[in-house]
Nanobody, 121 residues
Framework: QVQLVESGGGLVQAGGSLRLSCAASTRTFSNYVIGWFRQAPGKEREFVVRISSSSTTVYADSVKDRFTISRDNAKNTVYLQMNSLKLGDTAVYYC???????????????WGQGTQVTVSS
């Protein structure tokens, strides 16, 4: 069982930055693929970015060049640096852990509770 806890969400003006963190409870954290997904009201959960155990990354086109994912295996934590935030980035952001390199939610077995990111004009 893997427990994930997100933090770092909040209210930010368009163009601003936030850094989200995802802390995991498992000792085998380094073996997991960690993904970030987001869900806006009335919309389906969508893929944002994922990082593999060897730190290879895949980004959604909508966040490429604005968001950066990284992991610190010594701290069992993944970070999501979000820059140049847009109104359309407003959503609940979830981190998830799995074994697959796929980018759709069904491949991730463990999920955090989510953290709200609100971008204002």
């Amino acid at each position: 069982q893997v427990q994930l806890v997100e933090s770092g969400g909040g209210l930010v003006q368009a163009g601003g930055s936030l850094r989200l963190s995802c802390a995991a409870s498992t000792r085998t954290f380094s073996n997991y693929v960690i993904g970030w997904f987001r869900q806006a009201p009335g919309k389906e959960r969508e893929f944002v970015v994922r990082i593999s155990s060897s730190s290879t990354t895949v980004y959604a086109d909508s966040v490429k060049d604005r968001f950066t994912i990284s992991r610190d295996n010594a701290k069992n934590t993944v970070y999501l640096q979000m820059n140049s935030l847009k109104l359309g980035d407003t959503a609940v952001y979830y981190c998830a852990a799995g074994r697959s390199l796929r980018t759709t939610p069904e491949y991730y077995a463990y999920w955090g509770q989510g953290t709200q990111v609100t971008v204002s004009s």
